[in-house]
């Protein structure tokens, strides 16, 4: 095989993995290794969460923390970049000839435990039990005011440099925001941060924080703290401020105001959630087995709307869990 080729799926499997992120990765090579076959179905690219970060991202996590199947991550730099990450896991599934089947949504889940079927929009995919590792980043936490779909607006953040010399408002408090702001700020943007709370959230990284709050300091960045966004227009972005309202200019606008798992998946799948604030998708915390025998999740889709709970540092480790208890079972 080629070192670029990705090997085509067959389509009944002992296990199918929803979701090709760096945890669905993870849970395919131990699955696989247990002498299972698996398949990762995923609705966009490889890793398609790391595809959509921003570019040039830095990791706060070293590499060492990252790797999966015991794959080395040698990395130029302390952190790794986003083009790194995106590296190492081609490489990792290109090694493990693992089969994909990529830009492949899943819709649903049929049948009985031991003999389900996964539904997609492209076909179904018989297996005996199902993974779920879908994340949280593609369901943004809407705005809900008027305008915020107009083109100029975005959940997603990628790089600067379309935005030089134009007016940019940034919504949010935690490291996306941060980062953007000081970046778009750095490239020549006029920015705006509006805030919700009094402060930049404490949870932002220790390098990052003092940064932005200086240059709010100095000025170069004009922050709105207390601050809610009322509605989004060709005028601007309309603020209610403790001062009043106001209006502020913007060419642009980025709602950096986090991500949520996707219920409605979740809910299609016959995954049931508990009835806590996180709404965490009912599973054991001993084996990540849902309420659906036989079906898991693994990941950042663990936590529900606790999306800092689990992340790519400790969600890998869910990986061997699952595999082992899966291989032990018998649907
Ligand atoms: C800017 C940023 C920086 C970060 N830095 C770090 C870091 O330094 N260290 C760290 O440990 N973590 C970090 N994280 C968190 C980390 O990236 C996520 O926790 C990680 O991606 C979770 O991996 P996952 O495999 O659980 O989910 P994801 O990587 O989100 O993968 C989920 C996959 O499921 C797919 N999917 C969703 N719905 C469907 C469907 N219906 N059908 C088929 N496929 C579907 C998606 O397309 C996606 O590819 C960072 C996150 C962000 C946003």
Known sequence: MN????????????????????????????????????????KGALVNSLVGYPTNMEF???????????????????????????????????????????????????????????????????????????GFFDIPNRLSVPGEDASHVSYYYKEPY??????????????????????????????????????????????????????????????YFHTTVQRISAAGVAVLTPEGPATLPADFVYALTGYHPDYSLLAALGISCQDDVARTPSHSPDTFETNRPGVYVAGTVCGGLNTSRWFIENGRHHAAVIAAHLAATSL
């Open 60 to 134: 706060f996590s070293t590499p060492e923390l990252l790797e999966i199947g015991g794959y080395p991550f040698p990395t130029a730099h302390y952190k790794p970049l986003r083009e790194d990450a995106l590296d190492y896991y081609r490489r990792v599934a290109v090694a493990e000839q693992l089969p994909l089947r990529l830009y492949e949504r899943v819709l649903s889940l049929e049948g009985q435990p031991g003999a389900y079927e996964v539904v997609t929009e492209k076909g179904r995919l018989a297996t005996r039990y199902v993974i779920v590792a879908t």
């Open 162 to 223: 379309a935005h030089v010399g134009q007016q940019v408002v940034v919504i949010g408090a935690k490291n996306s925001a941060a980062k953007a702001a000081l970046q778009l700020v750095r490239a020549g943007a006029q920015v705006s941060l509006v805030v919700r709370g009094a402060a930049i959230s404490e949870s932002v990284k220790y390098w990052i924080r003092p940064d932005l709050v200086n240059r709010i300091a100095e000025g170069r960045i004009r922050a």
């Open 3 to 42: 070192e670029n080729t990705i090997s085509a799926a067959p389509a009944t499997f002992d296990a199918v993995v929803i979701g090709a992120g760096p945890v669905g990765l993870a849970c395919a090579l131990e699955v696989r290794r247990r002498g299972l076959s698996v398949c990762v179905v995923d």
